[in-house]
C-alpha cells in the first residue's frame, strides 16, 4: 500500500499524463487498487473538490492550446480529448469557460482555467499527508465522552493512549452516536495555574438524554475555526502528531496571517475510528481563532531579552546523554534533539527514576536541560535533566536509544539566568547576546581561562517554553554558573 503522500502525487501525476489518452476514476482506482468511492472521498478531503470535476477541468484546460494555437476543428479536438461528440465538448466546455470554443476562437476573451495541483514535501508527515490551514465556521454541535486530567509534558503520548483506550472499552456501550465511525477528541484549557489540560475522547450526539453513568458532556458553540485536515495509513502515531503540531505552529508564525489561533483555550481532533478497507484515515484537527485586532497587534511584545537574575540551586545530579558531533547532520539543531527525546520518552525515563515532585525541587525542577561543558577549548553537549542528588540512571534496555545514560554531579551553586522571549526558531540563538548581557549587569562568570571545566546550559521550562502564548511566542532560559 502506497503512502497517502506517495498516492495523491502518483494520481496527480496520472492525470496529467492521461489528458489527451484517456483517465477517469476506473482506471485510476483499478491501477492503485482502491474502490472508485474511496478515491473520490479521499481527493475530496485533500483538496476541497471532487475528482471528476477537477479531471474534466483540466482535460479542458489542456484543450485550450489546440483550441487557440491550432488550426483543427473543433470536432477533432473533442475526440482527441476523449469526448464521444462535439456538442458534448462544447457544452462542457461552455460550462466551464462561460463561452462556447467558437466564440472564444473568434473574440480572443481571457478565460481562467484551473492549473494542475501540486503536493509539497512541507506538507507529508510520517505515514501521512497535511493540508490547510483552512479559515471556517464550525456550527454547534453535542459530544458525549470521558474526561482526564492530561499533563501538559506528556500530552501527545497520554492522549494517544486515552483515545486507544477510550475507542476499545467504550465503543460497545449504547450511546446514539450520530456516526458511527466518527471519534472526536476535546482538549481543553484547565481552570488556574495548573500543569494540566482537559482531555475529552468523545462521540457526536443529537442531545445529552440516556448519558451512560461515568460519562461526561461538552457542548461545541458556533466558532470561526482553523482546520487542519490529514490522511494517515496507520494509526496517528507520536511523530506525526507533532509534526502536525509544527506545522500548526508555522500558521501561528505568519505575521501576514489575520487570524490568531486559541488552540491553548479549546482544539479539537475528528477522525475515523477505524481504518478503511485500503488502510487509510481520514483526521481532522481544528481550533477557535480570533481575528487580530489593531490592539493586539499594538500590544505585540518584541522578541528578545525580558529579564535576567540571580538564582540559587541546590546539589544536583544531572542524568543525560552525550550528544555526538556526527548527530548534528544536515541543519539539526538542539530542538530537534529535545524533540526526539521527548517523543522517543527518554525524558520520561530519567523522571521516573526518582518518586520526588521535580517541580517542587527547585524553581525550575521540572525543566529539560541542554548542558554544555567547555574544556581546553573543547565542546561537549548533553541532553537530559536534574534529579536529586544520589538519583540513579535509568536500567538498560534492549532499545539502544534508551541506553548510555550518565551523570554529572554539581554542588550547591549560584546561576546567572538570561530568559528571553519569542518564537520558536528565533530563541536558541541568543547564547552570546545573553552572556554579554549578564556581564554588563554585573554578574560574574565563570571564565574557561581560570576553571578546569565550564558549564551552562538551556533550561526547557514546560509551562513557558512549550505553551506558547497568543503570539506564538515562549520563553527559553539561559543559564551560567558563577
Known amino acids: 500500500m502506497l503512502r497517502p503522500y506517495d498516492l495523491l502525487e502518483n494520481v496527480l501525476i496520472d492525470i496529467e499524463k492521461g489528458i489527451k489518452t484517456g483517465i477517469n476514476t476506473t482506471i485510476l482506482a483499478k491501477k492503485y487498487k482502491l474502490s472508485e468511492r474511496h478515491l473520490r472521498r479521499l481527493f475530496q478531503f485533500a483538496f476541497n473538490q471532487p475528482i471528476t470535476g477537477y479531471i474534466r477541468s483540466r482535460i479542458l484546460a489542456a ?7 491550432s488550426n483543427l476543428n473543433i470536432l477533432d479536438i473533442a475526440i482527441d480529448y476523449g469526448f464521444d461528440y462535439e456538442q458534448s465538448y462544447i457544452s462542457t466546455f461552455k460550462r466551464e469557460f462561460g463561452i462556447t470554443p467558437g466564440d472564444l476562437r473568434k473574440k480572443g476573451h481571457i478565460v481562467k482555467i484551473k492549473p494542475p495541483l501540486n503536493l509539497f514535501n512541507a506538507q507529508k508527515i510520517p505515514d501521512g499527508i497535511i493540508f490547510g490551514p483552512e479559515i471556517v465556521i464550525i456550527p454547534k454541535f453535542l459530544v458525549i465522552g470521558k474526561q482526564f486530567n492530561i499533563r501538559f509534558r506528556d500530552a501527545i503520548g497520554s492522549v494517544i493512549k486515552k483515545t486507544e483506550f477510550f475507542i476499545c472499552h467504550e465503543l460497545s456501550k449504547k450511546i446514539n452516536r450520530i456516526n458511527n465511525n466518527i471519534g472526536i477528541n476535546i482538549n481543553r484549557k484547565a481552570e488556574g495555574d495548573v500543569d494540566y489540560s482537559l482531555f475529552m475522547p468523545s462521540f457526536q ?8 453513568d461515568g460519562f461526561d458532556c461538552f457542548t461545541f458553540e458556533t466558532s470561526i475555526c482553523a482546520r487542519f485536515r490529514y490522511i494517515i ?3 496517528f502515531s507520536m511523530y506525526a502528531a507533532d509534526k502536525m503540531y509544527k506545522a500548526i505552529d508555522d500558521f501561528m508564525d505568519n505575521n501576514e496571517q489575520q487570524y490568531f489561533l486559541e488552540r491553548k483555550r479549546l482544539n479539537i481532533d475528528k477522525y475515523e475510528l477505524f481504518p478503511n ?20 497587534i499594538a500590544g505585540k511584545k518584541p522578541s528578545g531579552i525580558t529579564k535576567v537574575y540571580k538564582q540559587e540551586i541546590p546539589a544536583l545530579c544531572f542524568i543525560g546523554k552525550k550528544i555526538l558531533e556526527q548527530e548534528y547532520e544536515g541543519d539539526k539543531n538542539v530542538l530537534d534533539f529535545v524533540d526526539i527525546w521527548r517523543l522517543d520518552g527518554r525524558f520520561d525515563k530519567i523522571e521516573k527514576q526518582s518518586c520526588e515532585n521535580l517541580k517542587t525541587f527547585y524553581k525550575g525542577g521540572d525543566a529539560y536541560i541542554y548542558l554544555t ?8 553537549r548533553w541532553l537530559g535533566i536534574f534529579m536529586p542528588k544520589g538519583t540513579s540512571v535509568p536500567e538498560p534496555s534492549s532499545d539502544s536509544s534508551q541506553e548510555g545514560y550518565e551523570t554529572i554531579d554539581f554542588p550547591k551553586s549560584v546561576i546567572g539566568v538570561c530568559q528571553v522571549y519569542g518564537k520558536r526558531h528565533e530563541i536558541i540563538k541568543y547564547d552570546t547576546d545573553c552572556q554579554r548581557k549578564l556581564i554588563e549587569e554585573g554578574f560574574a562568570l565563570k571564565d574557561e581561562k581560570y576553571a578546569r571545566e565550564m558549564y551552562s546550559f538551556m533550561r526547557f521550562n514546560w509551562h513557558r517554553f512549550f505553551e506558547e502564548d497568543m503570539y506564538g511566542k515562549r520563553i527559553l532560559e539561559y543559564c551560567y554558573f558563577l
Request: glycine share 4%; proline share 7%; no cysteine.
Open 63 to 69: 484543450s485550450l492550446e489546440d483550441l487557440l494555437k
Open 205 to 212: 450526539v443529537k442531545d445529552f438524554s440516556n448519558m451512560p
Open 277 to 296: 478497507a485500503e488502510g487509510y484515515r481520514l483526521w481532522e484537527w481544528f481550533a477557535p481563532v480570533a481575528k487580530k485586532t489593531p490592539e493586539i
Open 233 to 235: 495509513s496507520n494509526d
Open 373 to 380: 561543558k567547555m574544556n581546553d577549548g573543547l565542546i561537549q
